[in-house]
């Protein structure tokens, strides 16, 4: 079992930033390849970005590349996702997730394990 915990959403004005954090404890970390998933209401949980399991390869939706970044600590077993210049349609919950492997996949059931979700609204 991994457990994954988000942390970092909250109200912010379009143009500005956030930083999302998620902590993973369970099993061995960097087993894992991680993706940043979005729901927003009304609608689909959707990829966001993905990252291999060693960090070296990076995948993005194609509306969020050049504003959003992710990254690992593999040593501090945590996933984040640098968010940049957001935009009202960024509104959404934000959940990462876990699978094994060594490449993430753009689909929700090709993970494993899931967060709680953290909230993320960007005003206009």
């Known amino acids: 079992q991994v457990q994954l915990v988000e942390s970092g959403g909250g109200l912010v004005q379009g143009g500005g930033s956030l930083r999302l954090s998620c902590a993973a404890s369970?099993?061995?970390?960097?087993?894992?390849?991680m993706g940043w998933f979005r729901q927003a209401p009304g609608k689909e949980r959707e990829f966001v970005a993905g990252?291999?399991?060693?960090?070296?390869?990076?995948y993005y939706k194609d509306s969020v590349k050049g504003r959003l970044t992710i990254s690992r600590d593999n040593a501090e077993n945590t996933v984040y996702l640098q968010m940049n210049s957001l935009k009202p349609e960024d509104t959404a919950v934000y959940y990462c997730?876990?699978?094994?492997?060594?490449?993430?996949?753009?689909?929700?059931?090709?993970?494993?394990?899931w967060g709680q979700g953290t909230q993320v609204t960007v005003s206009s």
């Open positions: 369970g099993r061995t970390f960097s087993n894992y390849a």
């Open positions: 990252l291999s399991r060693t960090g070296d390869n990076t």
């Open positions: 997730a876990a699978r094994g492997g060594l490449l993430p996949l753009r689909t929700v059931a090709g993970y494993d394990y």
